[in-house]
DNA sequence: CTATTTGAACTGACTGGTCAGTTTAGTTAG
DNA sequence: CTAACTAAACTGACCAGTCAGTTCAAATAG
């Protein structure tokens, strides 16, 4: 493990606040993120150097250790901003109760919003996620519980408002609805640029409507 | 035994046809085979270093360029040689069209007993699968509709014997079956190894119950 | 039955190149 | 004035692919 080397080095581990920071800064970081995701996304953490991005964001190489203090905690880091990206855009939705399968309906939809959108985020998700011993093991894991807390809510709001099945477990139906939203979005990306949002939302929305039980509307 | 190993000579590039079937190549091939998908699903194929896969398949590293052409080739044909395994047994599960959704059950268990034996391979594949410019891209496009297609029949026999939501475009709900298969499986290994198939069978049907409309069951 | 030959399968040291990360001395912008 | 950034050289490790040489089982010859 490296360590930052002169005095009053920026890119402290301890990152809590990122608005004290100079505007010059924020921006470079932002641009670094950019040129990441797209790197990364298109050809692998592994596959992509620190020239390169660096070059891609219009910044020195030096400038990337300056800021992160290493490629794998710009990474980390990107994981972190993506994911806060994605995050405000599910909270976006209103947890209007007057009807839980219409949230989850927008819910669902803003995913596939941030998918076409980011797409190399995408990407990156699903190539790292599930390596084993990887160096982003429990950066993923506590992301990936945010985000299942965020669908697992809206589940829950659908499992009160109708009768569902009891056969189908919680947590099953969160991975279920979570990873068919990056992969139909990815999917739509790189195979099926012809299906459209509606289509693609309907695909995923089916798996809430067996999940609820088919009787005529009846309380809980 | 499997057919349709286009080009799978142990030779030279310009290789002429070769027949013959040393047990030695192929009993070096399939150790090859093994060691490369465990260590490619473990780190990625870029994370890989042959020398890796020749000490692991206890096998020089000349032997690797021996049986294929390069790091390369070696994947392209690691990818075949999964799906021909997944496909099997896919295909495995008698069309009885008695039930259809039954099929439809016992296909989505047959894929979720795969990810569990073959963790890597679908690392693998979702790892690699949507890189935009990819030396597999061709191989992704023709391995990814030879699934489809068996599933999209699936599909169809489901749509042939029950009355089933028009808003749901065939190719769409593909996807998301084939997409929630590989990552409710990797799931289930890398985060909830206390989820049972049968749970995780349970939840990828829901998307199957709700594409057929809550109708009283009507005979085709 | 033994000796020799053949060649496919395999070996592993080596090459030429790449890359993450470091360092330093100087420049820019807030 | 100083934090942020640049540019370029440097290091130490690592790696894909190569190739001259080795092994050995089967074919052939004596």
């Known amino acids: 493990m490296t360590t930052s080397q002169s005095g009053g080095s920026p890119a402290e581990p301890g990152d809590a606040e990122k608005k004290l920071r100079p505007a010059r800064t924020n921006a470079t970081k932002q641009k670094l993120f950019e040129a990441s995701m797209e790197l990364i996304g298109e050809r692998g953490a592994a596959g992509v150097t ?8 219009g910044v020195s190489k030096g400038t990337v250790y300056y800021n992160f203090g290493s490629k794998s905690d710009l990474i980390a880091q990107l994981l972190r901003h993506g994911v806060d990206i994605l995050m405000a855009r599910l909270l976006s939705v209103r947890d209007d109760s007057a009807d839980p399968l219409a949230a989850m309906e927008e819910m669902i939809g803003q995913a596939m919003d941030f998918m076409a959108e980011y ?5 990156l998700w699903v ?9 982003w093991q429990d950066t993923f894991a506590e ?13 829950d709001g ?6 569902v099945d009891p056969a189908v477990s919680r947590g099953s139906l969160e991975t279920a609805i979570f990873g068919a939203c990056f992969v139909v979005g990815l999917d739509r990306q790189t195979y099926n640029p012809e299906r459209t ?12 409507r067996g999940y609820v039980v088919k009787q005529p509307p009846a309380q809980a």
């Not at 620190?50 to 964001?57: G, Q, S, W």
């Not at 797409?119 to 990407?123: C, I, L, N, Q, T």
């Not at 659908?158 to 009768?163: E, G, H, K, L």
């Not at 949002?197 to 809430?208: F, N």
């Open 50 to 57: 620190v020239d390169e991005i660096a070059t891609a964001a």
């Open 119 to 123: 797409p190399s985020f995408a990407r």
């Open 127 to 135: 190539s790292e996620n599930w390596r084993t011993p990887s160096e």
């Open 143 to 155: 992301l990936r519980g945010r985000l299942l807390a965020v669908i697992g809510s809206a589940i």
């Open 158 to 163: 659908v499992a009160a408002a109708y009768p």
């Open 197 to 208: 949002r509606e289509q693609s939302v309907a695909a995923i929305m089916a798996s809430m």
